[in-house]
């Protein structure tokens, strides 16, 4: 079982950046795919990036060019730079773990972390 725990969210200016970590401990890191997610208010859940145990990645297109996942296998981090942020960005973001990206939506997940940007 994986525990994860976000941070780094808060509230921004539109245009603005924030950058997201998601610690993963109780299980080898390095052999998950890892995903970011976000649910809006009133809004049902998407996922947002990912990236593979090999590193590969993947978009919603609603934040291609101005998010980029990535991840650090000697510190059990997953992160999410965000750049250009929008208000329609607003939403909980969550951090999710499991063997293959099509499995994290079963997968282990965390607290989430609220960001805000402001217009």
């Known amino acids: 079982q994986v525990r994860l725990v976000e941070s780094g969210g808060g509230l921004v200016q539109a245009g603005g950046s924030l950058r997201l970590s998601c610690a993963a401990t109780?299980?080898?890191?390095?052999?998950?795919?890892m995903g970011w997610y976000r649910q809006a208010p009133g809004k049902q859940r998407e996922l947002v990036a990912a990236?593979?145990?090999?590193?590969?990645?993947n978009y919603a297109d609603s934040v291609k060019g101005r998010f980029t996942i990535s991840r650090d296998n000697a510190k059990n981090t997953v992160y999410l730079q965000m750049n250009s942020l929008k208000p329609e960005d607003t939403a909980v973001y969550y951090c999710?773990?499991?063997?293959?990206?099509?499995?994290?939506?079963?997968?282990?997940w965390g607290q989430g972390t609220q960001v805000t940007v402001s217009a």
């Open positions: 990236i593979t145990r090999g590193e590969a990645t």
């Open positions: 999710a773990a499991a063997p293959i990206v099509a499995a994290l939506t079963r997968g282990s």
């Open positions: 109780g299980s080898a890191f390095s052999t998950n795919a």
